[in-house]
């Protein structure tokens, strides 16, 4: 296949080369869409075919000087078929840097874990994720990405540096996150671009990135969470048997009631001014509302519980979302799910915290309006459902089993995860990589890989989340 001359081993790489980038140039506007993808994938099967297989050929006669080792500790001959090293801390090299290949597209991932006070005791999800169940700690939160507050890693690499090291790979700009809660998280909004920016700007040490940070949650089992103010028919209703919550709200609550957008702001900085009022009307709250009394449980007379009464409840269930927007008051308050975010740590409190609540922010921030929850329920498409959302990310769901055994997915835009919650699922490139994945691991592929697709088969269920810039 290779000639013996480096003149023509280097022009031959430079043809194939220019014919890769042209048809990943093509590919490159077909979106993450199921049907999109397969279409593509189809179309174009065959050119996909002979030119990856070309670009292998070339790279390993051109590679042969054994400097490539991705997974030291695959039996030999096994390069092409890398067997899947479970990304565990027990089953990673403890010296040395790890050798790691750039011809091998899907590299194993492992989370950074959190253990904020909310979290659940293992085992949970967020335990399972990280493969561990040591310690006593609350088990939050494990984040995929390259967040400089906990980058994830590729063998004992950050993947934040392993993907500074290696452009060609691209940068994800958005976190994938497993969370495990035991108990409400604080009342919280993030900024818009704009405001992220300006926040950064002026108090870093409280506002850590210059991004927005919309969300997307996906229920894995039932979750409670509050998002966006009830309608005023709703506040109305609940306040006008409450007399000490109207009292903590102020006198502006008459203005509530012709003009809701304005009142709802000046009830709430009417009520972060008094705190002398939150017992009374927190006692009277508990007798009457479930959402406060079980918040109360937990955080006593804080302000947020009486915020708490004023937001819109649901219980997700699994497989269900909602879209969170910049601007949006939001509270998670019990059970499991996948998240999804930009990558940003920007949150502005309102309550249900120890930490800050920068109220003079918060009041410019939020709109008061009612405008109802972002629910995202995708009806299933073969194996495949797309949870999309107005956000610089994709997510996609594949669920294999007896009816679908494979499935193809199509070429995205950015680097992508790959996710397995549950199973047994075999990944594979056009290359010929192919990683076998079970529950809990997770795979990174570089921007190229997410330009030319991969095809999954087994039974499980797995999240592939890309960027889309
Ligand atoms: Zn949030």
């Known amino acids: 296949m290779v000639t013996s001359t480096g003149v023509a081993e280097n022009s031959l790489v430079q043809v194939v080369t220019q014919a890769r980038r042209d048809l990943l140039q093509v590919l490159s506007f077909v979106s993450l869409s199921p049907n999109d993808g397969l279409h593509a994938m189809e179309q174009n099967k065959e050119l996909y075919q002979s030119l990856y297989g070309l670009v292998a050929d070339i790279k390993e006669s051109l590679d042969d000087d054994g ?7 695959a039996p030999s001959g096994s390069r092409n078929k890398p067997h899947f090293q479970p990304p565990h801390a027990s089953n990673r090299p ?23 006070p909310w979290g659940r005791q293992a085992p949970c999800l967020v335990s399972t994720m990280a493969g561990s169940a040591d310690g006593t700690e609350p088990w939050a939160e494990a984040w995929y ?28 700009t958005f976190l994938l996150k497993a969370l495990s809660i035991a108990k409400p998280l604080s009342i919280q909004a993030h900024p818009d671009q704009e405001l992220a920016a300006t926040l950064h700007a002026r108090r870093p040490d409280i506002y850590p990135d210059a ?18 103010f009830k309608t005023s028919a709703e506040i109305v209703a609940l306040m006008d048997s409450l007399p000490a919550v109207r009292a903590a709200l102020g006198a502006c609550f008459a203005e ?19 705190p002398e009022t939150h017992e009374a009307a927190i006692a009277e709250l508990v007798a009457v509302d479930g959402v406060a009394a079980f918040v109360h ?26 879209f969170i927007p910049a601007n949006e008051l939001h509270c ?33 921030m939020i709109t008061g309006k009612h405008t109802g929850m972002a629910m995202v329920i995708p009806p299933p498409e073969g194996p495949f459902r797309s949870y999309k959302c107005l956000a610089p990310f994709q997510v996609l769901r594949v669920t294999l089993d007896d009816e679908f055994k494979e499935a193809a997915v199509g070429p995205t835009a950015g680097p992508l995860f790959i996710l397995c919650l549950s199973g047994n699922v075999l990944v594979a490139t056009p290359t010929g990589q192919s990683v076998a994945i079970q529950t809990s ?20 269920d797995v999240f592939i989340v890309a960027g889309t810039q």
């Open 67 to 73: 400097t490539v080792s991705a997974f030291p500790n």
């Open 94 to 116: 403890s010296v040395g840097q790890p050798t790691i290949a750039l011809d091998l597209l899907l590299h194993p991932v492992h989370p950074a874990v959190q253990h904020y």
């Open 145 to 172: 990405g390259i967040h400089p507050k906990a980058p994830s890693t590729v063998a004992t690499v950050p993947l934040s540096d392993f993907t500074a090291a290696h452009p060609s790979l691209g940068r994800p």
């Open 211 to 228: 991004s927005h940070k919309p969300e997307l949650m996906i229920a894995v089992k039932p979750t409670g969470l509050l998002c966006g």
């Open 256 to 274: 509530y009631r012709q003009n809701p957008e304005v009142g709802l702001k000046q009830c709430l900085a009417h009520l972060f001014d008094h």
């Open 297 to 322: 449980g937990f955080f006593g007379t804080d302000v947020g519980v009486i915020v708490a009464a004023l937001l819109e409840h649901r219980t997700l269930q699994p497989g269900e979302a909602v």
């Open 332 to 364: 998670y308050l019990s059970g499991e799910g996948i998240e999804v975010m930009v990558s940003s740590d920007n949150v502005v409190r309102c309550g249900l915290t120890g930490k800050l609540i920068d109220t003079d922010t918060l009041l410019g």
């Open 441 to 460: 691991q997770c795979l990174f592929a570089g921007h190229e890989l997410g330009l030319s697709g991969l095809t999954l088969s087994g039974a499980g």
